[in-house]
């Protein structure tokens, strides 16, 4: 599908923030000497965002953090204390609070930075999905990490939903189910489209149609990473 003009964004507070520390990201941008270089990669559930990250990654000097996978993991992780609420968050497509969130992407960050400090390129996965997220960010990440611009797949609601589907058929994920799904699509609408919508009012968002077949979303792909270097 076409691209959609963002626009309208109104009411965006930046109230709330929880307490967060950044001294150890501090101690990663100063100790690796480069700070982080990020991309956010945002789209619908089923978007493509996953797929579209592995092909990048094959061909570009990144590393793929995807949020999902790290609270996936963490929610398997034995003697995990959010374990539970990253269960019932994920099957109910809610989305989790940014404390657990952005602390699973920081140690991931700051492990991949010490082993090699010229891995500071980043592709965030499905992050920031609502206000609380990016807040959440800017709190631990400003100053310490720069944004570059989001990378946003945009594509139908219904062929995101039937891709989950198919997918669900093997994939074994507690959300891959009809009426998981319809939550997730829910909460992509309400929540993390306007966040999209903020960042395309800073002329930050590349978008891409993420309806078309794999290659041609992933030359899409190319054209704007070979454009933005
Ligand atoms: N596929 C991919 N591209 C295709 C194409 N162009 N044509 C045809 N088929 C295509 O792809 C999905 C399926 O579609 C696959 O079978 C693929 O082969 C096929 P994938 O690349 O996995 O899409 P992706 O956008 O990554 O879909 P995903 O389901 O991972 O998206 P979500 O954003 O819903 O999932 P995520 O893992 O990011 O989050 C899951 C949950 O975790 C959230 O709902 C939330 O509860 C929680 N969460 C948070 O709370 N906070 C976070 O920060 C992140 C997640
Ligand atoms: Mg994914």
Request: with cysteine; hydrophobic share 35%; net charge positive.
């Amino acid at each position: 599908m076409i691209c959609r003009l963002l626009k309208n964004v109104a009411g965006y507070r930046l109230s709330g923030y929880r307490a967060f520390t950044s001294a150890s990201v501090s101690a990663i941008a100063s100790a690796a000497m480069k700070k982080p270089q990020v991309v956010f990669v945002l789209g619908g559930p089923g978007a493509g965002k996953g797929t579209q990250c592995a092909k990048i990654v094959e061909n570009y000097n990144y590393t793929h953090l995807s949020a999902g996978d790290l609270l996936r993991a963490e929610r398997a992780r034995e003697g995990s204390q959010s374990g539970l609420l990253i269960a019932n968050f994920i099957k109910e497509g809610k989305i989790v609070p940014v404390e657990i969130t952005i602390d699973l992407l920081k140690r991931a960050m700051e492990e991949i930075m010490k082993k090699d400090e010229q891995k500071y390129r980043f592709l965030i996965d499905g992050f920031p999905r609502n206000e609380d997220n990016l807040q959440g960010w800017n709190k631990v990440m400003d100053g310490n990490a720069h944004v570059n611009f989001v990378l946003f797949f945009d594509c139908a609601d219904q062929v995101c939903i039937d891709r989950c589907l198919e997918r669900g058929k093997s994939s074994g994920r507690s959300d891959d189910n009809r009426e998981s799904l319809e939550k997730r699509i829910q909460t992509y609408l309400r929540s993390t489209r306007p966040i999209i919508d903020l960042y395309q009012k800073q002329g930050k968002v590349r978008c891409v149609d993420a309806s078309k077949s794999v290659d041609e979303v992933f030359a899409d792909v190319r054209g704007i990473l070979d454009k933005e270097g």
